[in-house]
């Protein structure tokens, strides 16, 4: 089937990608002529395990092209829509802006009998907005949210856990449902669950997820709050209270809390909409969810100034992370680096180091020293502040090879992924994030 998809964002590209890999032809349309030059060159403009191969591949077999030029989605039997839906300035609500110009630039290209399926993030109630201009032009539109985990995206666009797909309750909604089964065909063949339903419940499924996430996450920091107090252990607290399977171990990782480009600016926009419908009590708790939160990258300064004995000035301190979470280079919203930019304003001397987004994080936070070598970056610390769990850092830093570089023996655990036994044990001064 010949695929068009609009914007080549990290949703996008990955989504482009990832179709060509299972046989469709796809075109991919962005305006911003750096990133379609790279994209068409076969060069993912951004870290994701496994996009690099697939785009690559899909563009040596001239399956997966790319341009600037919205014509080109003439001929597309279905057009992707996903471009970015930020967080409004000066607001909590979400931006349309990206989405309302790629309709109203794509809807001249698009057939009768085409469908235009939208994969962005958006408030409920836009797809029936967006819905009449569709149909003035013979097309279908469907909301097919995505369920991408950054890290993982590539994996979950080929092999989901479930598809969904927001159709009107016509005979024009119920062939365009069967054309979205024809193009995630090996995942439908093999038995993902197709959900089709409505275009408000498929808006929700993707708020919803996200915000029942950022809860849980937030949840199990309120009780390190707690246990911080108390003596008690939030790690164990997990452990015991995730072998409910009511509850379950996943998402209650206590530390500095979440970010990204998704989380925090969904949460904030689906409380914001559902102030616009007159149902903010619905959701007010996302509030506290989103104060937890920010709470939690405090703490994790805190904890570093009182590991120095009140004071960061003068101090070297070793940031071990500066995406918002492993196996990406996204540092938007990135926990790791509000911590970095508040301990620099508190005078300490600042180095962070990160595997894969240095350079997105210095263009961002360019007062900042970075650091590629992370031996180097811990050379004569007088603290190391893990927060983003790189295998470098979690898993391969032993707390004797830390030794051998450092001034202090000091270790903040902003992800509570480190051994505190074994580090305690080679004469660390260990904190963890609500560990005794």
């Known amino acids: 089937m010949r695929l068009s998809v609009i914007g080549c964002g990290y949703l996008g590209a990955v989504h482009a990608a990832a179709m060509a890999s299972i046989g469709h032809e796809v075109v991919g349309i962005d305006i911003d002529p750096r990133k379609i030059e790279a994209l068409a060159r076969g060069e993912a403009p951004f870290f994701e395990p496994g996009l690099q191969e697939i785009l690559a ?23 992707f829509v996903g471009v970015g839906t930020p967080q409004l300035q000066g607001g909590h609500a979400a931006d349309l802006s990206h989405v309302n110009a790629a309709f109203e630039s794509l809807l001249p290209h698009v057939r009768e009998g085409d469908v235009v399926a939208g994969k962005s993030t958006v ?5 029936a907005e967006l819905a009449p201009r569709v149909e003035a032009v013979g097309a ?96 164990q607290l997990a452990d ?27 949460i904030r926009a689906f409380a914001a909409r559902a102030e616009e419908l007159g149902r903010g009590e619905s959701v007010s708790f996302l509030r506290e969810v989103d104060a937890i939160n920010l709470r939690r990258r405090e703490r994790a300064v805190q904890l570093v100034v009182d590991a120095l004995d009140g ?3 003068d101090k070297k301190v070793a940031v071990l992370g500066a995406a918002f979470k492993p196996f990406s280079d996204d540092v ?38 970075y650091e590629p070598d992370r031996d180097a970056t811990i050379r004569d610390a007088d603290a190391v502040l893990m927060v983003t ?11 004797e090879h ?35």
Not at 123 to 127: L, N, Q, S, Y
Not at 146 to 157: H, I, K, S, Y
Not at 389 to 399: F, G, K, M, Q, S
């Open 389 to 399: 769990e790189w295998d470098e850092y979690r898993r391969e830093l032993t707390p």
């Open 140 to 235: 279908t539109l469907v909301w097919n949210p995505e369920f991408l985990r950054e890290g993982w995206a590539v994996q979950d666009t080929i092999d989901p856990d479930r598809l969904v797909t927001g159709v009107p309750s016509t005979p024009a909604g119920e062939r365009a449902a069967q054309v979205l089964r024809e193009v995630y065909h090996p995942a439908v063949a093999k038995g993902t669950p197709f959900i089709v339903t409505d275009y408000a419940t498929a808006e929700l499924v993707k708020v919803a997820a996200n915000a029942f996430l950022a809860t849980k996450i937030s949840f199990i920091n309120a009780m390190a709050e707690i246990a911080e107090v108390t003596g008690a252990d939030v790690t």
């Open 240 to 266: 015991a209270i995730g072998h409910d399977v009511r509850i379950g171990r996943r998402f209650l990782g206590a530390g500095i809390g979440f970010g990204g480009g998704c989380l925090p600016k969904d």
């Open 402 to 436: 830390a030794s051998a570089l450092t001034v202090g023996r000091v270790v903040v655990d902003g992800r509570n992924g480190l051994d505190a036994a074994a580090w305690r044990a080679a004469g660390w001064r260990y904190y963890g994030m609500g560990r005794p």
């Open 57 to 79: 591949e899909g563009v040596a077999s001239g399956r997966l092209t790319f341009t600037s030029d919205i014509a080109a989605a003439e001929g597309a039997a279905v057009h």
């Open 311 to 313: 004071s960061v000035f």
């Open 123 to 127: 408030p409920v109630g836009t797809a």
């Open 332 to 369: 938007r919203d990135s926990p790791a680096l509000h911590a970095a930019v508040r301990l620099h304003g508190l005078g300490a001397h600042v180095v962070v180091t990160d595997p894969q987004a240095i350079e997105n994080a210095r263009r961002v936070q360019p007062q900042l020293n």
